[in-house]
C-alpha cells in the first residue's frame, strides 16, 4: 500500500521564511481541520464586530481616529499643569501691592479697556498703559523665577 502525501505551507519561527513540507494524510487532514475552526471562528467573530476602517463620522466625516472622543479636561497631565499654574499665579498675585492688583483686575477680569479703566481710577489712558505694561513684566519675572 503506497501512502499519498500532501504538501502543506508552514512558517519556519526560526528561518521566518514559510516553506512547504511533506505530510501523510492523517497530518494534513488534521492541520488543515485546525485551520478550518480558526478561519471558521475569525469569520463569525468578524461578523459581530465593525472594523475600524468602516468607522465614519466624526467632526469632519472621515475615518474616525479616537482623538475625538479622548477627553482633554481628564487628562493627568494637563490638571497638574493647571493646578501649578494657578498655585504660581496665586502666589505672584498676591506678591502684588493693592494698587496693581487693582488696576490688573479692571483690565484682566472685568474685561475692561484701558481707557474705561483710566476714567473709572482718575488716571491718564498713557499711565495706565505704562503701568499694564510694566506689571505684566513684573508678573512674568515673578512666574519665570
Known amino acids: 500500500m503506497s501512502q499519498e502525501n500532501y504538501i502543506l505551507s508552514v512558517y519556519n519561527a526560526i528561518t521566518g521564511q514559510t516553506e512547504n513540507i511533506?505530510?501523510?494524510?492523517?497530518?494534513y487532514k488534521e492541520y488543515r481541520r485546525g485551520n478550518w475552526s480558526i478561519d471558521n471562528s475569525d469569520r463569525r467573530f468578524h461578523n459581530h464586530e465593525t472594523p475600524f476602517t468602516e468607522l465614519k463620522g466624526g467632526?469632519?466625516?472621515?475615518y474616525e481616529n479616537f482623538d475625538e472622543f479622548r477627553?482633554?479636561?481628564?487628562?493627568?497631565?494637563?490638571?497638574?499643569?493647571?493646578?501649578?499654574?494657578?498655585?504660581?499665579?496665586?502666589?505672584?498675585?498676591?506678591?502684588?501691592?493693592?494698587?496693581e492688583r487693582e488696576l490688573l483686575q479692571a483690565?484682566?477680569?472685568?474685561?475692561?479697556?484701558?481707557?474705561?479703566?483710566?476714567?473709572?481710577?482718575?488716571?491718564p489712558y498713557m499711565t495706565v498703559h505704562s503701568r499694564k505694561i510694566r506689571l505684566l513684566h513684573k508678573l512674568k519675572n515673578f512666574l519665570c523665577f
Not at 511533506?22 to 497530518?27: L, P, S, W
Not at 467632526?59 to 472621515?62: E, F, M, P, T, V
Not at 483690565?107 to 488716571?123: D, M, N
Request: hydrophobic content about 40%; overall charge negative.
Open 22 to 27: 511533506e505530510v501523510n494524510e492523517a497530518v
Open 107 to 123: 483690565l484682566f477680569i472685568e474685561g475692561k479697556s484701558e481707557r474705561q479703566t483710566a476714567v473709572a481710577l482718575g488716571l
Open 71 to 99: 477627553s482633554d479636561q481628564d487628562n493627568p497631565e494637563r490638571l497638574a499643569i493647571e493646578k501649578l499654574t494657578r498655585q504660581e499665579l496665586q502666589q505672584a498675585w498676591s506678591r502684588l501691592a493693592d494698587g
Open 59 to 62: 467632526l469632519d466625516s472621515a
